[in-house]
């Protein structure tokens, strides 16, 4: 099992950034892909950006040139960053950290969500 906890998400104004934080822990040895989801009210999640164990990324058409992935390996966890840039209204909803495990397209782990709204 992998653990995932987020932090980082608070209301802003347009414009502004903020960086979301999310720790992993347990058998992240599993673990390829990890990275940022975000979903709306009602509707499916969706992938705004994830960064494999080799350091590829892949982000959403409207993320990119304004959001930032990182992720940082220790021995015992995976810290992963993403570095929010312009932040339009659109950005706001709740986003969930998750980890994909290898030979998997869809994460298997996911954290309990934190809240980004964007006002105008």
């Known amino acids: 099992q992998v653990q995932l906890v987020e932090s980082g998400g608070a209301s802003v104004q347009a414009g502004g950034s903020l960086r979301l934080s999310c720790v992993a822990s347990?058998?992240?040895?599993?673990?390829?892909?990890i990275g940022w989801y975000r979903q709306a009210l009602g509707k499916q999640r969706e992938l705004v950006a994830t960064?494999?164990?080799?350091?590829?990324?892949?982000?959403a058409d409207s993320a990119k040139g304004r959001f930032a992935i990182s992720r940082i390996n220790t021995k015992n966890t995976i810290t992963v960053y993403l570095r929010m840039n312009s932040l339009k209204p659109e950005d706001s909803d709740v986003y969930f950290c998750?980890?994909?495990?290898?030979?998997?397209?869809?994460?298997?782990?996911w954290g309990q969500g934190t809240q980004v709204t964007v006002s105008s």
């Open positions: 960064i494999t164990s080799g350091g590829s990324t892949n982000y």
């Open positions: 998750a980890a994909v495990q290898y030979g998997r397209s869809w994460p298997d782990y």
């Open positions: 347990g058998s992240i040895f599993s673990i390829n892909g």
